[in-house]
């Protein structure tokens, strides 16, 4: 395996040094990783300006992969996901067909090993075919080669209370976590964006923030009463993050995440009825950035996870209302996290390893993601420049699709380089190979 010396780089944004990344690991910093300059099997990065993260870890992905390959698959996503400065990534399971077997998430755990750009650690279904009815083979997933630590029914809420009591109390056996798509299905039946002033104004049936609110409020309940692990996916609401401060003060086991998209957009990008707006939650008020900005800030908020969620052209390129939910995310999150969070003073370099590589991790028991830029760690290194900006273009993507919110957008920072156990993925901001 070739070694990479990389010369002059900020670990988490703080002093300069050398690292040596050496058969897998991180194997020596400072003098001792310059002392291998000149070997023969060394190839020198020179990273004077550039800042050493470890690798990112993304608790909320979309592979698409097995069932709808014509938007997405293992492969194209976990490319993107690399350039993104990504060394894992957690696929949700509403496939087709749905990861609620042994059998489906070993076939994506497989196909994450046969692309190799990035690890890939299954979620499985916590209901059968994500209905909401019956449990689906929690035990036997975790127990499977995926090792499955987390279960969700992302894109429907686990809506049924007492299967969700279930749940969280069948998990504890294995110290796995129920991960909540938050939104009462009654309360947002037909419902098109965020309801409030700007839905009333163009005429679009509204998502009301308390259908987000109320399945968090119940969940961080029945959380606390059987002691077990709950997460709750993108958040997006100011009074979701005030539920979620509530439950974390009182004891209650639970973490949350925000998508760099409910981080920089409002509704008010859907006055352009472009269905690359339409997303599930759906984008929601300034008053509402701020309030998960600040959650994000003060750790109510413990991460940042991209639901990266392609789709085929003909499922954006439509109407509004026969519009797909859902947005890319993978290649951008680094720029819209360092836009909205780092370059406004409210989180450090360090943080951001903290909200996307260190806290995702062990979120997910992911033992060797997410660990220090330290001697004999593993080398999951991302190198990103802090003062490149790029205008985003949907076709320069490596996602096989063009849903990007951000095309035409200006948005700092780049991935220069990603390393997955001491392999570059992602060289001079392109992939290896």
């Not at 997405?72 to 067909?97: I, K, S, W, Y």
């Not at 692309?115 to 279904?125: K, Q, Y």
């Not at 939104?183 to 923030?209: C, I, K, N, Y």
């Not at 439950?247 to 009825?273: F, M, N, Q």
């Amino acid at each position: 395996m070739t070694a990479y010396l990389i010369t002059g780089v900020a670990p988490l944004g703080g002093d300069t040094t050398d690292m040596l990344l050496d058969d897998g690991v991180i194997a020596a910093l400072g003098a001792d990783a310059a002392a291998a300059a000149g070997r023969e099997d060394v190839v020198t990065i020179d990273a004077a300006g550039l800042i050493a993260l470890p690798g990112l870890v993304d608790f909320h992905t979309h592979l698409r992969e097995p069932g709808r390959e014509d938007a997405e698959t293992v492969e194209t996503g976990t490319r993107a996901a690399a350039l993104g400065g990504f060394t894992a990534v957690h696929p949700m399971a509403n496939t087709d067909p749905v990861a609620d077997t042994a059998g489906v998430v070993e076939q994506v755990l497989r196909l994450g090993q046969q692309a190799g750009w990035v690890d890939v650690h299954p979620v499985g279904a916590v209901s059968v075919g994500l209905k909401g009815t019956n449990l689906a083979e929690l035990g036997a997933m975790a127990a499977s080669a995926a090792r499955v630590r987390a279960f969700s029914d992302d894109g429907k809420a686990v809506s049924d209370p007492v299967l969700m009591r279930r749940a969280l109390e069948y998990v504890k056996a294995f110290d796995g976590v129920i991960v909540q798509h938050a939104q009462d299905p009654r309360l947002t039946e037909g419902s098109q964006m965020h309801e409030g002033l700007v839905s009333a104004e163009l005429g679009l049936a509204g998502w009301p923030a308390v259908a987000e609110e109320s399945i968090i409020a119940r969940d961080v309940l029945l959380a606390g009463h059987v002691g077990s692990r709950l997460h709750v996916q993108h958040v997006s609401t100011a009074g979701s993050v005030e539920i979620i401060r509530w439950a974390k003060s009182r004891g209650i086991d639970v973490t949350a995440e925000v998508t760099p998209h409910h981080l920089l957009l409002t509704d008010e990008y859907v006055r352009s009825y472009d269905p690359v707006f339409k997303v599930n939650p759906p984008l929601r008020t300034a008053a509402d950035v701020e309030a998960v900005r600040q959650g994000l800030e003060d750790g109510t908020i413990d991460i940042v996870a991209t639901d990266h969620a392609p789709h085929a052209d003909e499922d954006k390129d439509c109407e509004w209302a026969a519009g797909a939910n859902g947005m890319l995310g993978l290649e951008t999150a680094l720029s819209v996290v360092q836009s909205t969070m780092v370059d406004t003073g409210r989180l450090t370099w360090a943080d951001v390893a903290r909200v996307m590589s260190t806290k995702p991790a062990e979120i997910g028991r992911v033992t060797d993601q997410g660990r220090p830029l330290a001697v004999g760690e593993p080398a999951n290194v991302t190198l990103v420049d802090p003062r490149a900006t790029r205008v985003i273009d949907r076709e320069s993507l490596a996602s096989k699709a063009r849903n990007t919110p951000y095309h035409g957008m200006e948005l700092p920072g780049r991935v220069v380089a990603t390393f997955l156990r001491g392999r570059a993925t992602v060289l001079a901001g392109a992939l290896t190979g």
